[in-house]
């Protein structure tokens, strides 16, 4: 994870507004393996008050995601 102070500046996107597309070059996307239980999901699009309504393969394509991956911290 990035440092909040770094997000906008290595992303191109502030923090709330982060989204899957649209990045800086040289970013590496990848997806929530928690996303795939859901038909629709809700990424950020560019600010933090707005959004789109994507399927999991739209986001996939719009993405250029290089994997899915766990994100979460295993319970301990």
């Given at each position: 994870?990035?440092?909040?102070?770094?997000v906008e500046s290595?992303?191109?996107?502030?923090?709330?507004?982060?989204?899957?597309?649209?990045?800086?070059?040289?970013?590496?996307?990848?997806?929530?393996?928690?996303?795939?239980?859901?038909?629709?999901?809700?990424?950020?699009?560019?600010?933090?008050?707005?959004?789109?309504?994507?399927?999991?393969?739209?986001?996939?394509?719009?993405s250029g995601y290089?994997?899915?991956?766990?994100?979460?911290?295993?319970?301990?």
């Amino acid at each position: 994870m990035l440092p909040v102070d770094q997000v906008e500046s290595l992303v191109g996107y502030a923090v709330g507004g982060v989204c899957p597309f649209g990045v800086n070059e040289g970013v590496q996307v990848y997806l929530d393996e928690s996303l795939k239980r859901f038909e629709t999901v809700f990424p950020a699009c560019g600010t933090a008050n707005s959004a789109v309504e994507l399927t999991i393969p739209e986001l996939e394509r719009s993405s250029g995601y290089r994997a899915w991956i766990d994100v979460c911290k295993p319970r301990g």
